[in-house]
């Protein structure tokens, strides 16, 4: 099975791919994380891709598809799940035309969607440690002591793509260039299921929702 998981910003993105993968042994390959793999083993593609990320641009469609067509290269037939990319109509074109070519496609895309004052506040809230990854809310997911981190004592910090300018400079690419993606897989690709899915929902029921859709494609 081959699915591609398109969402907002913090839609909930990462849990879902989690339980996803948990229930159906899926590849889980996640644009984000193998750029920040390269970016901290200090790789070609991680120093070129750092300035792009840091600002909340997009690294350019030719250095993505590159490393996302090898990485889906080395997965089984068990399928994978696409996360965070395509993300814009050229990774997408390009994404078909790579699976195409080894007579494959996308069987089924999911769209998580959450409003723009959640977006907002969920981000400019988010603290995260800078030791083991841990991340906190001011609000929403407290740290037992203000400001420091329950696993390891480190001292919370906001990243660097989370200052509230980044967040509008990533939104504003979310609405210029991946809400096309949301479009091109809803009119122009009918041989994919499409799924536009409420993230506002609790995440338990966003999840039984899309194992209600994924259940059917893998007993077909
Ligand atoms: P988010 O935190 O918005 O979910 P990710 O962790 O998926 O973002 O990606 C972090 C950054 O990596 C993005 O802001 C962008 O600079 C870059 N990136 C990730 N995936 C892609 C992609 N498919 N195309 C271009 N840039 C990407």
Not at 67 to 75: H, L, R
Not at 119 to 139: F, K, L, T
Not at 156 to 183: A, E, G
Not at 202 to 211: D, E, L
Request: glycine fraction near 8%; aromatic fraction near 6%.
């Amino acid at each position: 099975m081959r699915v591609v998981l398109l969402a907002t910003p913090e839609a909930g993105k990462g849990t879902q791919c989690k339980n996803i993968v948990d229930r159906y042994g899926l590849v889980h390959l996640s644009s984000g994380d193998i750029l920040r793999r390269q970016r901290a083993e200090s790789t070609d593609l991680g120093e070129k891709a750092q300035t792009y990320m840091d600002s909340g641009a997009l690294v350019p469609d030719g250095l993505i598809v590159e490393m996302m067509v090898s990485a889906i290269s080395k997965t089984t037939d068990a399928g994978f799940i696409l996360d965070g990319f395509p993300r814009t109509v050229n990774q997408a074109v390009e994404l078909d035309k790579a699976l195409t070519g080894n007579s494959q496609k996308v069987d089924i895309v999911l769209n998580l969607e959450v409003g723009e004052d959640v977006i907002i506040d969920r981000i400019s809230g988010r603290r995260s440690c800078p030791q083991c990854g841990a991340v906190y809310h001011i609000e929403n997911l407290k740290p037992k002591v203000e400001g420091i981190c329950d696993n390891d004592g480190a001292r919370l910090i906001q990243r660097p793509d989370d200052s509230s300018d980044v967040v509008r400079n990533r939104l504003k690419t979310y609405h210029q260039q991946t809400k096309p993606v949301v479009d091109y897989y809803k009119n122009c690709r009918s041989e994919i299921e499409f799924y536009d899915i409420d993230a506002n929902e609790a995440a338990g029921k966003v999840k039984a929702f899309i194992f209600e859709k994924l259940d059917v494609l893998v007993s077909v």
